[in-house]
């Protein structure tokens, strides 16, 4: 946040973040300028934007604004494999998900600071999410709307816990709009990066490209599924990271990927539309990852037998990655660390592991090595 400072805006708010409090009697002291100099030099620094006011609150980034889907889970475990036309005997659970809800809890478990906008239903399928989620992530922004339904997604899975069929109610979703938006906008304008999946509307993804470019905020979108491409804002330029699946890209750019040289080349248009880092992953065959400065690399599955639930293995993927990017890791690392937890994930029966720590996934990419 230091950027554009001169030498001695530098060295006063320095003073200022180690202790908030200072006086600027206190500060014309320490750093041998009277104190009218000292007032000027702090005058500067809250009409840049570095610092917010009494007593001197720095504007420094430390919260993750995930925006979209925070789904009550219903999943349906078929004991046999599935028969049209009659009734199939199943296993039955309920758990938390959503893409932007996934993700966010992937990154609170990580040691980040994340807040959840949403649009939700006042009933007990929220009241649910809210129990299971609050100790991962901030929900205070949760725009609880009347009359409306909290978004459910119900999957049946087959006994080797592939997907059959999934049913999606996400109607409250075309409920996050701009306008609603709009009233979080100190939050916004101050995020360390803001994350949005594709169950927000267009013109809402639309708005959040034009304020992220505003207010120079990192800006992150995660599709949810093919359908969900046409939400994807027109004008791509400037985004900070779009990660999609194989499926996902072949619909936005309506053309097969069926070998090696078609998918770097999907992944080329993406750079060539102005992403400035993108993904496209491809299940059991890896990711293909790159940006202008690095290059495009090509990032192996790990193997494993060990399947247990697919259901949220895409979310703790794509929140690794920015989580390994938000640390300042390479693009090999940043991908290596989204496949390692996407395969961690598929072994757990839990929509996102309950054992993920900063710790444990240092410790899985080791393994893993």
Known sequence: MTG?????????????????????????????????????????????????????????????????????????????????????????????????????????????????ITACGSDSDWAFIEESSSLYMNLEKAAKIRGMSTGSYTAVLDPNGELVIALADMEVYELLTPGLLLKQELLLSRAKCIIADLNCPKETLQFLCHFAKKHERPLVLIPVSSPKMKHLPDDLNGITWLITNRDESENYFKSKITNRTEWCQALE?????????????????????????????????????????????????????????????????????????????????????????????????????
């Open 4 to 116: 554009g400072m001169t030498e001695k805006e530098q060295l006063v708010f320095s003073l200022i973040r180690k202790n908030p409090y200072i006086s600027q009697q206190e500060l014309a002291e320490a750093v041998g300028l009277s104190r009218p100099s000292v007032a000027n030099i702090v005058s500067g620094l809250t009409r840049k934007g570095h610092i917010l006011g009494r007593a001197y609150i720095l504007n420094e980034s430390k919260e993750i604004v995930c925006i979209g889907g925070a789904n009550l889970d219903r999943k349906f475990y078929l004991k046999d494999q599935a028969q049209s036309g009659t009734s199939n005997p199943v296993k039955s659970v309920r758990s938390v998900g959503g893409v932007a809800r996934n993700i966010a809890e992937n990154l609170g478990r990580l040691g980040m600071e994340v807040t959840l």
């Open 269 to 369: 248009k993406w750079l060539s539309l102005g992403i400035l880092n993108a993904i496209i992953t491809d299940g059991k065959n890896g990711a293909m990852v790159g940006n202008k400065t690095e290059g495009i690399f090509h990032i192996p599955s790990i193997e494993t037998m060990e399947i247990v639930d697919v259901t949220g293995a895409g979310d703790a993927f794509s929140a690794a990655v920015i989580y390994s990017w938000l640390e300042g890791n390479n693009l090999r690392d940043i991908a290596k660390a989204g496949t390692v937890n996407a395969v961690k994930t598929l072994r757990s029966a839990y929509t996102v592991r309950q054992d993920l720590s900063p710790a444990q996934l240092r410790k899985d990419m080791e393994e893993f090595e």
